[in-house]
């Protein structure tokens, strides 16, 4: 059973006398009891009070909002930014809550019902086994709230206040069982450290599959295009000697980028995302000294630890010479029962070591995970929001509250920076990796400590004054100095470098000096580096084998193929067919380092795979030429079929579709070795639309003033009837960027509406 995740939990059910509407009632506190409590002359104002609770919000909260309103001014620009000016961080939390409903509406207070465990109540028992996960995690932020900083407690209690006014103000816009009585507890418990699920699900899929001796499928680690793209230039590689920063990610167009200016005199001037659903998620941004960015990496920050069971206790295991007990803890979930709740409990066991996710064998296993319970997530990108130096930037950055991404990092002093940020355990033994338990029967045999913050991969202003990631491992930041990977423990990850970050080196590693529309242009580099390294395989393969007209035809046009993936450009799609089918026809090969991002066939795909002491050139040919011929046949015949002619321009398959807007738009797959990444789907007429990939981009150069540019792909707001939701759309099929507003006289000249949120309608 894995207790922790309750995954075969022993559900205890029972029937709950209130409904669903009713049961908010009994979170303020009014029960039966309370009847009872006042007078007959009371029951008036007792009545009043459920009015108030039930249909409106309470007098103080009413005030509360009413005066965060009058110390905040939000001012919208071209495209609907919004720029947050207050008086303090509460009122600047509380603009960032309303103006995120304003634009995303139901998803933000469904978030904050998540994080205290909820959903199940209002919208079934499917939520059950989650709900009682996130209680835990919302037990832990209640327990932890007032350990953080003033200054971080004022973002979320005004951020849940902002959310609650504009519930309270826009009823009809949410299901009627939503309440307007968040708190910054709730805000606080989306932040706090969990077990990684998915490290659990593969530890017990291969435990599984070793009890049955049979073999189990890897479990994919989400798609190879999530991450993202930044580059840091020194004063040195610039025309304006400024340092210049640009960061795109590229997750799914719904991951909730959001693009806002927060401005508290004296306090804060930060501009960046604020990812939907909270008010600190900050992925990248600015402030007028710095900017930073994350891309995601993925370090090894847990153990599944193997304690032998203490044959004469039950719930106790053997450690250290002595009987250590488990902790019980039962977490009791209400659910949506037709027109009333129901009631179930889980039964969750933790160790000092951490949960217990499986008992079994004379076994029980324990995941021992960085971050668990850490707490402090926001508070530290608060503090690096704040931060007006390298030297403090950094201090913050060694908080270690947030456990991994790669920090890339630029400043008006002239600094580029780059850390593969991670708390990452010092082991005292080999390595699991989420697939093999290690045995423990002392604490010498388990992990206590993080490596050291200075023990990271890391590189300060460096020799060719640039520094950049796209996701894979450190050792190849910088070309002119490469991390020894011999230098850190076998934990670290392995080496390697994928087209997509090849792309990136190829475009950067050379003495140019670059404007910041330099830096945006190539940021569109519509190149994909496989066919760089394959063609002219392919071309004479093809060529050699005799091919009908219409084939040699078709090899003519991708010779003649400028081999990007422009709009305009034609032979890409063919391209990407045939080599999705040579992929496909290849035979099974075993995974090896080298091999990932090629589909783990790299040795049955590549005459020459990636190799570290060739790792700009690259994997390079074909490995199997008669291969290759027969899937191009293929192609040109499947191309023909689903649009109409094996030549068909890229962009009229490949289209941005938002709104009104359907436009062609280039980009690829980060494994075909295109920067500007794209993922798609097929729709209905066959096209393919775009649903991800670069979404949110920004470049900004510490000029003074700051100069800099964005682009939102999908939009401000997520609501189709807003005119910001799809007014990005055309600029960014374009490969344009909108020039950001960060000073008053910007602001001042882009400025479509300015007002003061949750003034709508007088209150009190």
């Known amino acids: ?244 920063l640009m960061r795109n990610p590229h997750l799914s167009w719904s991951a909730g980028y959001y693009e806002a200016h927060v401005t508290v005199p ?46 004469a206790r039950p719930d106790h295991y053997l450690f250290d010479g002595g009987s250590v007990p488990l902790t019980r803890r039962e977490v009791v979930v209400e659910f949506k029962n037709g027109d009333g709740l129901g009631r179930e409990t889980r039964e969750l066991w933790f160790s000092p070591l951490g949960p217990v996710i499986h008992r079994d064998g004379g076994k029980i296993y324990v995941l021992r995970f960085a971050g668990d319970g850490e707490y402090r997530t926001d508070e530290q990108f608060l503090r690096m929001m704040k931060s007006r130096n390298l030297a403090e930037w950094k201090d913050t950055v060694r908080m270690r509250a947030r456990t991994s991404s790669n920090l890339t990092y630029a400043d008006r002093e002239g600094n580029i920076y780059y850390v593969w940020n991670a708390t990452i355990p010092a082991l005292p033994h080999p390595s699991g990796r989420d697939t093999a338990a290690v045995p423990a029967r002392t604490s010498a045999q388990v992990w206590t400590k993080a490596v050291d913050f200075d023990s990271l991969p890391q590189l300060l202003n460096p020799k060719g004054g640039y520094v950049r990631n796209e996701n894979d491992p450190p050792y190849f930041t910088n070309l002119n100095e490469p991390l020894d990977p011999a230098n850190f423990p076998p934990n670290f990850p392995e080496v390697r470098l994928r087209l997509r970050s090849q792309h990136s080196l190829e475009l950067i590693h050379n003495r140019e000096k670059y404007t910041l529309e ?60 045939w080599w999705t089918r040579y992929v496909r026809l290849a035979p099974p090969a075993p995974a090896t380092p080298a091999s990932v991002g090629f589909n783990a066939e790299a040795e049955a795909l590549f005459r020459h795979p990636w190799t570290p002491a060739e790792p700009i050139t690259t994997p390079r040919g074909l490995a199997d030429p008669d291969r290759a011929v027969e899937a191009f046949v293929w192609a040109v015949d499947e191309v023909k079929r689903r649009f109409g002619a094996w030549d068909v321009a890229w962009g009229e398959v490949h289209r941005v579709r938002r709104g009104d807007v359907d436009v062609p738009v280039g980009g690829c797959s ?95």
């Open 670 to 764: 980060g494994l075909l070795g295109c920067f500007r990444v794209l993922t798609f789907e097929e729709a209905e007429d066959g096209k393919r639309v775009v649903n991800g990939g670069d979404g949110w981009v920004f470049a900004v150069e510490f000029t003074d003033p700051i100069r800099a540019y964005s682009v939102l792909a999908y939009g401000q707001s997520s609501k189709e009837d807003s005119p910001h939701h799809a007014d990005q759309a055309e600029l960014f099929a374009r490969n344009e960027m909108k020039r950001i507003a960060f000073t008053e006289k910007e602001i001042e000249a882009q400025l479509i509406r300015r007002y003061r949120p949750g003034m709508e309608r007088s209150v009190p």
């Open 1 to 244: 059973m894995n207790e922790f995740a309750a995954q075969n939990p022993r559900p205890r059910t029972q029937p709950d006398r209130r409904s669903g509407p009713a049961a908010p009632v009994a979170r303020h506190g009014i029960g039966r009891g309370a009847a009872r409590l006042v007078g007959r002359a009371g029951v008036r104002a007792l009545v009043a009070a459920l009015i108030i609770v039930l249909g409106g919000a309470r007098p103080a909260a009413a005030q509360e909002w009413a005066d965060l309103a009058r110390q905040v001014e939000v001012r919208r620009t071209k495209y609907g930014v919004p720029h947050i000016l207050a008086e303090n961080l509460r009122a600047a939390g509380y603009a960032l809550g309303y103006v995120q409903l304003e634009d995303y509406g139901e998803r933000v207070p469904l978030g904050l019902v998540r994080a205290r465990g909820e959903l199940a109540r209002y919208l079934g028992r499917e939520h059950i086994d989650a709900d009682a996960r996130n209680r835990l995690a919302h037990a832990r932020a209640l327990e932890t709230y007032h350990l953080l900083d003033q200054d971080t407690r004022d973002i979320f209690e005004g951020f849940a206040a902002g959310v609650n006014r504009y519930i309270e103000l826009h009823p009809e816009e949410f299901p009627e069982w939503m309440r307007p009585d968040f708190t910054g507890h709730d805000v606080h418990a989306l932040g706090i450290g969990r077990p990684n699920e998915a490290a659990i699900r593969r530890f017990l899929r291969r435990l599984e599959a070793d009890t049955a001796a049979a073999p189990v499928a890897a479990e994919g680690e989400g798609s190879p295009d999530d991450g993202s793209n930044v580059w840091a230039f020194a004063p040195s590689r610039t025309r304006s000697g400024r340092a210049i």
């Open 518 to 577: 330099d830096v945006v242009r190539l940021k569109h580099s519509m190149r994909m580096t496989l066919a760089d390294r394959v063609k002219d395989d392919l071309v004479a393969a093809v060529r050699a084998s005799g091919p009908t007209p219409e084939v040699a035809a078709a090899i003519d046009l991708i010779e003649r193929w400028d081999n990007t993936v422009a709009a305009e450009s034609r032979g890409g799609v063919l391209f990407e067919t």
């Open 266 to 311: 004296g306090k804060l001037n930060f501009y960046g995302d604020f990812r939907i659903g909270g008010p600190l998620g900050i992925v990248g941004g600015f402030n007028e000294h710095l900017g930073w960015a994350t891309t995601n990496n993925a370090p090894d920050l847990d153990e599944v630890y193997a304690l032998d069971v203490d044959p």
